[in-house]
């Protein structure tokens, strides 16, 4: 994905009551996304309960959930707090997003977590329940700031307007951090089949000459080492880069190659 396509962002709320808080803060927080963000909310209602002996012919909100997280980029989490922890409808779908076992569509997506409470702890045990699991899920959680919407009654009104200038500000400035969040910390999924047949690809137009496709993957910055077929060791980007160029011209043309897997 370049660096000019918005950023597709997952926003999961984790109550289902219609007036809920959540989902009001949730909608507050899209229309202060930057231009770089482009958020929807993916509904999790209709979500039937994880059961491990529905893997084999999954029903079809499964299906289409798993495909909606697909195409995110990042995921937005906005959490009531349920008996200092998250809802059941929350835990259900993230069960839901992780199996089956290594084949979850969650591992390496940006994420943030919001927690919302009408009280004045603003939901502290939900949006850490939350954050432990996601260590396991692989989700790369956004640190800071954290955001705990504590007394949301008093910072929204009925329809889900935000009253205060101060939260208007915060939420603002957490949308930007999570802007930037997921710039740095998306990384491309890629089965390692995949990988193998690029990499085959790249080294094949290197054998003849076309050092470019190595330069895209090669480091830009320092440090950077690389040890050439000679035994020698180059350090500097610039020098690996002109180490790369050089070595693709050593190479007659319709020169070719295998990569073997050993371990």
């Known amino acids: 994905m370049t660096s000019s396509k918005r950023k597709q962002v997952g926003v999961l709320a984790g109550s289902l009551r219609g007036g809920s808080f959540s989902r009001k803060v949730a909608r507050a927080l899209i229309a202060r996304a930057g231009d770089a963000l482009e958020c929807q909310i993916i509904e999790i209602g209709d979500l039937p309960l994880y059961n491990e002996d529905l893997d084999p012919t999954p029903p079809q909100a499964w299906t289409k959930f798993r495909e909606a997280i697909r195409a995110c980029d990042a995921l937005l989490f906005v959490t009531p707090e349920y008996n200092r922890s998250m809802s059941g409808c929350l835990k259900n779908a993230t069960d839901?997003?992780?199996?089956?076992?290594?084949?979850s569509v969650l591992t390496g997506l940006p994420a943030a977590v919001v927690s919302v409470s009408p009280?004045?702890?603003?939901?502290?045990?939900?949006?850490?329940?939350?954050r432990q699991g996601f260590v396991y899920l692989d989700l790369h959680v956004m640190q800071q700031p954290e955001a705990y919407i504590g007394n949301v009654r008093d910072v929204m009104d009925a329809d889900g307007m935000i009253t205060g200038n101060d939260t208007d500000a915060f939420l603002k400035q957490f949308m930007l951090a999570f802007e930037r969040w997921a710039s740095l910390t998306r990384t491309t999924q890629e089965d390692f089949d995949a990988f193998l047949a690029r990499r085959e690809k790249i080294s094949l137009n290197y054998f003849n000459g076309n050092a470019a496709p190595l330069l895209e993957i090669s480091a830009t910055t320092d440090p950077a080492t690389f040890f050439p077929?000679?035994?020698?060791?180059?350090?500097?980007a610039d020098q690996v880069k002109a180490a790369n160029e050089?070595?693709?011209?050593?190479?007659?043309?319709?020169?070719?190659?295998?990569?073997?897997?050993?371990?």
């Open 229 to 236: 077929p000679s035994g020698d060791r180059v350090q500097g």
């Open 246 to 263: 050089k070595g693709a011209k050593s190479f007659s043309t319709g020169s070719t190659g295998r990569f073997e897997v050993m371990q």
């Open 119 to 130: 009280y004045s702890l603003g939901g502290f045990g939900a949006n850490h329940a939350l």
């Open 96 to 103: 839901i997003g992780s199996r089956p076992q290594g084949k």
